[in-house]
């Protein structure tokens, strides 16, 4: 019955809006641990969960057997990284036994939220990888160098820091994702799919597409991916 309701949703265009008022109306949504074990404790409805923290089975009732109905479509709704280690998410999608949540790979994301290793990233989460995002970044850390002037970049930096903000999003190879490893760590996985340029932010966002696009055609020249 679960999944005949959650097909006529989808095939009606009414769960992703659904979803999303869900996790709009979560208050709970940032009691989420990346310390928590998800290997193996997922289960196949929201009705029989096994999760660490409440919070955790909150996230699982959201999407309630759409891993399996998009298996049975060929098809695949993708997370995308960042907001966990890539070891935890790799716990979370295997406790799912299935393929039809995968993962749409964001090395910038990583780099920038929680300081994980892109090259590891691909290589934790071979299996699910379904599509990538292009985009680089740094995550901020307060420069304090008393008796020394700090650099206009470092000053800048904590500038960002004391108005809350926690990363900066950069051109394409001017960040902290190392394509010269990570893009063939990502081709030894077996991903031959899409990387996506994402440029979120930036005054000449079309100039730093167009540059992005001549930086990973070296590349791939480059590492012949």
Known sequence: EAANGLKSDLE???VVPKMAS???NWEDRDELSVEDDWTGQVRTTAGDQSINSEAGAKLISIVPLTDFYADSLKAHFAIETGPETSAVLKGFLDGLH???VGVNLDPANLVMV??????????????YIVHTHAKDGIKLQRTVAEGVELSPEA???????DMGKRYLELPLGQGGVNF????????ETGFDGFLTIERE??????????MAARFLAEKIR????
Do not use: F, R
């Open 12 to 14: 009606s265009g009414d």
């Open 22 to 24: 869900n996790l709009e």
């Open 98 to 100: 299935s393929t039809g």
């Open 114 to 127: 929680t300081g994980d290793d892109p090259v590891g990233a691909a290589y934790n989460l071979k299996d």
């Open 155 to 161: 000053k800048a930096h904590n500038e960002m820091m």
């Open 180 to 187: 010269d490893t990570y893009l063939p760590a990502l081709k």
């Open 201 to 210: 932010v930036g005054a000449t966002p079309e100039e730093d597409i167009g």
């Open 222 to 225: 480059q590492y012949n991916l």
